[in-house]
């Protein structure tokens, strides 16, 4: 079984629609990320958490929230989707070890109509 | 701020030839660098990694080597296959912010047989 899932693997919807994605890991790692990938502009980071209790902006938190429920899972939410939110979402862990290798799961491509 | 600038894509090779991604990157604090590799609908995997000057990180053929005085990270491999076809990440992370990660905006690589 994979270590982090991501789920749903793939979403249209449609703008003004609130959506949330949903990340799970089994790594035991205390340390979650989300990030957004487009064409040529690599991964940028959306929020970030240390644990439960520590919720981050990154780079581009405008228009999402997080939710960190357990330390295994950490969701995203598209509060009203507009059409420029329309990416590849990640999700990725981390033991917080002193060169912070990351492990990401498979992805959700989420289009807003 | 911390930033990775890689070449862009994509990078079309025949079977067997040698490859080579430039990385280079500013950053405000001592860095590791990173390569991740993202095959077809998939998540990122860490590639490799070197986290002091000079060091050369290597895995499944590939190379890339810490050049603080040309503040580079150049990923190689001598002998490419048709499986080494993906897009390939540079990124940083410094310990002083936390750890997280600062990608560049990814390289396609496609190996023709």
């Known amino acids: 079984d994979a270590d982090v899932t991501q789920t749903p693997r793939n979403r249209i919807t449609k703008t003004g629609k609130r959506i949330m994605l949903e990340c799970s890991q089994t790594?035991?790692?205390?340390?979650m990320y989300w990030y957004r990938q487009d064409p040529g502009l690599g991964l940028q980071l959306i929020y970030y958490?240390?644990?439960?209790?520590?919720?981050n902006k990154g780079e581009i938190s405008d228009g999402y929230s997080v939710s960190r429920q357990a330390q295994a899972k950490f969701s995203l939410s598209l509060e009203s989707a507009i059409p420029n939110q329309t990416a590849l979402y990640f999700c990725?862990?981390?033991?917080?070890?002193?060169?912070?290798?990351?492990?990401f799961g498979p992805g959700t491509r989420l289009t807003v109509l | 701020g911390d930033s990775v600038t890689q070449m862009e894509g994509p990078v079309t090779l025949s079977e067997e030839a040698f490859l080579t991604i430039n990385c280079t990157y500013t950053?405000?604090?001592?860095?590791?660098l990173f390569w991740y590799v993202q095959y077809p609908g998939e998540g990122l995997q860490l590639l490799l990694k070197?986290?002091?000057?000079?060091d050369k990180g290597s895995n499944k053929g590939f190379e890339a080597t810490y050049r603080k005085e040309t503040t580079s990270f150049h990923l190689e491999k001598g002998s490419v296959q048709v499986s080494d076809s993906a897009v390939y990440f540079c990124?940083?992370?410094?310990?002083?912010?936390?750890?997280?990660?600062?990608f560049g905006g990814g390289t396609r690589v496609l190996v023709k047989p």
């Open positions: 790594k035991g790692h205390d340390r």
């Open positions: 950053a405000t604090g001592y860095p590791s």
């Open positions: 958490s240390f644990d439960v209790k520590d919720i």
């Open positions: 990124a940083l992370g410094v310990q002083a912010a936390g750890n997280k990660l600062t």
């Open positions: 070197a986290t002091k000057a000079d």
């Open positions: 990725a862990t981390s033991d917080g070890g002193r060169y912070n290798e990351q492990f």
